[in-house]
């Protein structure tokens, strides 16, 4: 592994150094060498974007942080997601806002605390509310984007409303295809209700004999190439590597009409081994990655297009009903639906060849940053997002800068976390607080509350004041 550096980039305005990050062996891709050396010579700034880039954001679910091989996943084959982090930023303590689907989705797409909708959105949205959804007053990034004059377009896993009108042509996307509800079998499409849930805009329209992941990446290259000559965004919410478990070459296991709350995992032959499954919906997702990175170079413009891949939360390790080795979070504790740092520390790459320099970054990022982000470089008025609760990280993306200092916030009921710097205080419900020091103990194993009261004071101060506001937001919407 090649050590940390700093690198001083002279000649830009403010000169800035590389802090945080550890910068990788250009190797073989000379193109980035070349790039290195413009930026030296003050050739490439954020300022000189020539014109706003087109926008891909891959959200995989479930995914935990070991699941693929940049992550140091030996199990799974995922040339295309680490040829990806090869060409831009790898981050490593970046953070999905909900350790559960339908959060994170709402923070992606509004930039804000996803607690500022209330408190239905800290965890799963069920299909028992149907009323409920992302607030359509909720400013999302389709609808600005839109305004700005991308085409729209969302292909995968909605989760944030099961009925019209929340459904996603009324947030800001021109085209929808795919399911509203938290999981369809992959071949059937029929969701864990035993209803039809395959959409095309506003209506059901079904498709059958195919698998689910496939017509996601056929759907999404299909509006790239309808949409090259102008500017677009694309959003693809992958169902994958949500149960149920099944790759390519498994049965499909719902009919319409069956109830499968208490069956709704597919079909696993040896449930104490989920991972041979979970290995082929891990590689089908790769392969749909790489397929749409392909298509991109096929109609020229990968230089033109930024693209983000990440995780809604973190994965599965066990499962109710004896269903075990599900997913990898690596060296992290805790998984899905858990606010320790396997809930929630999820892979997130940013690729722009050409304008981001490869590198590994180890600032504290979040979800809801992206919002910000992809505004940025969209070159949208920054009066409509600087008051949003993420940040833009165009200036660590395009010259290396850190992110500022700040805490980060997460609550999924009783369970509460904070984020400050190397310091995680977790609170589930009644227990005795827990203080973690993640840069010398990123498995969460050593409680430190007891020996450092004044850092946790600061923190549960901080985390009541979070609350408060948060909660005062999301008045206007609860009901
Ligand atoms: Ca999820």
Redesign the pocket.
């Known amino acids: 592994m090649p050590g940390r550096q700093s690198i001083r980039f002279a000649g830009t305005e403010n000169s800035c150094i590389i802090q945080g990050v550890e910068r990788r062996s250009p190797g073989k891709s000379a193109p980035y060498a070349t790039v290195l050396a413009a930026l030296l010579a003050g050739v490439i700034q954020s300022s000189s974007i020539a014109k706003p880039p087109n926008i891909v954001l891959i959200v995989a679910?479930?995914l935990g942080y070991g699941d693929i091989g940049c992550y140091g996943s030996t199990q799974n084959r995922t040339p295309n997601l680490d040829q990806l982090a090869r060409n831009g930023v790898r981050f490593t303590d970046f953070h999905s806002n909900g350790p559960?689907?339908s959060p994170t989705r709402a923070a992606i797409l509004t930039g804000l605390y996803q607690s500022r909708f209330g408190r239905r959105f800290e965890s799963a949205l069920s299909a028992a509310r149907g009323d409920a959804g992302l607030p359509l007053e909720a400013v999302t990034i389709a609808e600005l984007l839109r305004d700005k004059g991308y085409a729209t377009g969302m292909f995968g896993k909605w989760h944030l409303g099961y009925e019209p009108p929340f459904l996603p042509t009324n947030q800001g996307f021109d085209e929808f295809r795919g399911l509203v509800s938290g999981d369809g079998d992959f071949h059937t499409r029929i969701d864990r209700s035993g209803n039809e849930d395959w959409w095309k805009n506003g209506t059901i329209e079904m498709e059958r004999d195919a698998y689910t992941t496939d017509l996601i990446t056929r759907d999404s290259i299909d509006f790239i190439e309808r949409n090259k000559d102008r500017p677009f965004f694309v959003y693809i919410p992958h169902l994958a590597i949500?149960f149920p478990w099944q790759g390519p070459k498994d049965p499909p296991h719902r009919k319409a009409g069956t109830n499968y709350s208490k069956d709704k995992w597919g079909v696993i032959p040896d449930r104490s081994n989920v991972s041979p499954h979970v290995k082929a919906m891990i590689e089908s997702l790769d392969d749909s990655v790489g397929k749409i990175i392909t298509s991109l170079e096929e109609f020229s413009l990968t230089e033109d297009t930024l693209v983000i891949f990440t995780s809604?939360?973190g994965g599965y390790r066990d499962y109710a009903g004896g269903f075990e080795n599900i997913s990898d979070m690596g060296p992290l504790r805790g998984e899905?639906a858990t606010l320790y740092e396997g809930g929630h520390r999820v892979p997130a790459i940013i690729s722009w060849p050409e304008k981001i320099l490869p590198s590994v970054n180890s600032e504290t990022t979040m979800t809801f940053d992206l919002f910000n982000t992809i505004a940025k470089v969209a070159e949208i008025n920054s009066t409509s997002y600087a008051k949003g609760d993420g940040r833009d990280l165009t200036n660590l993306l395009l010259k290396g800068e850190q992110v500022p200092p700040r805490m980060l916030f997460w609550r999924m009921g009783k369970t509460k976390a904070v984020r400050q710097g190397k310091w995680k205080l977790i609170l589930r419900g009644e227990q005795s607080p827990e203080l973690y020091d993640l840069d010398q103990d990123l498995g969460e194993t050593q409680n430190l509350a007891d020996t450092n009261p004044k850092i946790l004071k600061s923190l549960l101060d901080a985390l009541a004041q979070w609350e408060s506001s948060v909660d005062a937001s999301a008045r206007a919407f609860e009901n």
């Open positions: 679910d479930d559960m689907c949500h809604d939360n899905k």
